[in-house]
Nanobody
């Protein structure tokens, strides 16, 4: 069983930055692909970024590429999302997810565990 807990959300002005963190329980953290998804009011949950178990390979949605950076620290069982140049359309609840699947399918499926989410609000 893996438990995930997000932190770091908040209110920020457009153009600002936030750093989200996700702490994971369990002894096999490096076996899991880790990812961030987000869900805005009235919209479906959408993929943001994913990182391979060894931290070498990453994937991003087109909407955040060049602005967001996903990273992980396997010694501390954490994954982070550095968000720069934030836009009002980035406003959403951000969720951390984990799964043991090929990174290629991370944007769409394979997740076994989810956190409760953290709210990010970007004001214009």
């Amino acid at each position: 069983q893996v438990q995930l807990e997000e932190s770091g959300g908040g209110l920020v002005q457009a153009g600002g930055s936030l750093r989200l963190s996700c702490a994971a329980s369990g002894r096999t953290f490096s076996n899991y692909v880790m990812a961030w998804f987000r869900q805005a009011p009235g919209k479906e949950r959408e993929f943001v970024a994913a990182i391979s178990g060894n931290g070498i390979t990453t994937r991003y949605s087109d909407s955040v590429k060049g602005r967001f950076t996903i990273s992980r620290d396997n010694a501390k069982n954490t994954v982070s999302l550095q968000m720069n140049s934030l836009k009002p359309e980035d406003t959403a609840v951000y969720y951390c997810g984990s799964g043991q699947m090929p990174l290629a399918v991370a944007p769409t499926s394979g997740y076994n565990y989810w956190g409760q989410g953290t709210q990010v609000t970007v004001s214009s």
